[in-house]
Nanobody, 116 residues
Framework: QVQLVESGGGLVQPGGSLRLSCAAS????????MNWYRQAPGKERELVAT????????NYADSVKGRFTITRDNAKNTVYLQMNSLKPEDTAVYYC?????????WGQGTQVTVSS
């Protein structure tokens, strides 16, 4: 049974930091590209960050470059999103996604709220 379980969301003040985690099981994590997406109320889901299967390459949305960092630990089947200098516009549900050429999997999401 495939599972992606996000954790680490919550309420944080502007300028603060959060670290999201996504624990994977039920598939060969180390062979999948992993992504973080987010969806704010009334908006479409957007791709935030991507990391390739071995972790050798990352990519970020322009809106988070220099503030967010995606990493992975293939030994722990976990992908992370370190979020620094958070802004109110970062408020959204954050989703973990894993994909290869044939399959794609989603987590249930974790809420991040940036507010004073």
């Amino acid at each position: 049974q495939v599972q992606l379980v996000e954790s680490g969301g919550g309420l944080v003040q502007p300028g603060g930091s959060l670290r999201l985690s996504c624990a994977a099981s039920g598939f060969t994590f180390s062979s999948y590209t992993m992504n973080w997406y987010r969806q704010a109320p009334g908006k479409e889901r957007e791709l935030v960050a991507t990391i390739t299967s071995a972790g050798g390459s990352t990519n970020y949305a322009d809106s988070v470059k220099g503030r967010f960092t995606i990493t992975r630990d293939n030994a722990k089947n976990t992908v992370y999103l370190q979020m620094n200098s958070l802004k109110p516009e970062d408020t959204a549900v954050y989703y973990c996604n894993g994909h290869n050429l044939w399959h794609g999997y989603w987590g249930q999401g974790t809420q991040v709220t940036v507010s004073s």
